[in-house]
Each structure stands twice: as structure tokens, then as C-alpha cells.
């Protein structure tokens, strides 16, 4: 006999980050012990424009609680201290890269003020692909 029995949600923390939403949800084990999931949804759309949403979610379980924090807070010390609090964003990313460009070219442009190049040779090609038109010739049918 198949035992139907509903996921009691004991209780869930949401935390809202941006398109995505982070849910802590309390579970209970046959046994009625406690396990915590950890699900990632993400909004997306389809094709037509309609939104769905991506999850990906993880079972912890309380032996390995104590692991789990001990290497999320390493990870995320480690991150803070390598590239500091401030989030960097493909928008940040292109600012900068512009920035740079435009310094770059500023320098380009004094660099050049300094040496004046001049091309002194001109080569005079005539050309199979051109055709003489006289405009004088257009009005006179």
C-alpha cells in the first residue's frame, strides 16, 4: 500500500535576489528528522514571450550542515577579499572598456601631435572600374 502523504512545508526563508529568488524550505524524513532544500528559481521566457521559471535545487542534510557553512563562508570570505564588495556587472565591464578606449585614443592623439606624418608619395592609378559621365551631355535629347 503506497503511502500518500503531502510535504509538509515546516518552514521556508525566500531571499529575492534580482530574476532570481533563493527558497530555504524545512523538510521532514520519513522519520520525521528535519533536511533543508535549497532551490534557485530563476524567471525566464519563452519564445512567445510568456515567462517561466528555472529551478535547480539541492537536499542538505543535517550531518553535513556544519561543512556546508564552513566551506559556503571560506568561498565567499575569499570572494570579498579578492574582489571586494562591489558587484561588478557586464555594464561596469563596457564603462570601463570605453574609459580605457577613450584614454587610449586621447594618448594616440597626442602622441601624433608630437610626430606629424606626411605621406609624400601619391600614386595617381586610373581605374578600369570608373566611367567618365559629362553631365553637360544629359539635358541636351
Same mark, same amino acid.
Given at each position: ?10 518552514? =521556508?526563508? =525566500? ?5 532570481? $529568488? ?11 528528522d528535519?533536511?533543508?532544500?535549497i532551490?534557485? =528559481?530563476?524567471? *525566464?521566457f ?7 521559471y ?5 537536499? /542538505?542534510?543535517k550531518? *553535513?550542515?556544519? !561543512? ?13 577579499k ?6 561588478? $556587472?557586464? =555594464? /561596469?565591464?563596457? !564603462? ?20 606629424? !606624418? ?19 551631355? /544629359?539635358?541636351?535629347?
Amino acid at each position: 500500500m503506497a503511502e500518500n502523504r503531502d510535504i509538509e512545508e515546516i518552514f =521556508s526563508k =525566500s531571499v529575492r535576489a534580482g530574476r532570481r $529568488t533563493y527558497f530555504f524550505d524545512v523538510r521532514s524524513t520519513r522519520a520525521e528528522d528535519y533536511y533543508m532544500t535549497i532551490t534557485e =528559481s530563476k524567471r *525566464d521566457f519563452n519564445e512567445d514571450g510568456t515567462p517561466f521559471y528555472k529551478k535547480h535545487k539541492i537536499y /542538505l542534510y543535517k550531518e *553535513d550542515f556544519a !561543512k556546508f557553512k564552513e566551506a559556503l563562508d571560506e568561498v565567499s570570505e575569499y570572494i570579498i577579499k579578492e574582489k571586494g564588495e562591489e558587484i561588478i $556587472t557586464n =555594464s /561596469l565591464i563596457q !564603462k570601463n572598456q570605453i574609459s580605457e578606449n577613450i584614454a587610449e585614443s586621447k594618448k594616440e592623439n597626442v602622441e601624433s601631435k608630437k610626430e606629424p !606624418k606626411f605621406n609624400t608619395e601619391i600614386k595617381k592609378e586610373k581605374s578600369s572600374d570608373f566611367t567618365e559621365v559629362n553631365f553637360d551631355d /544629359l539635358g541636351k535629347e
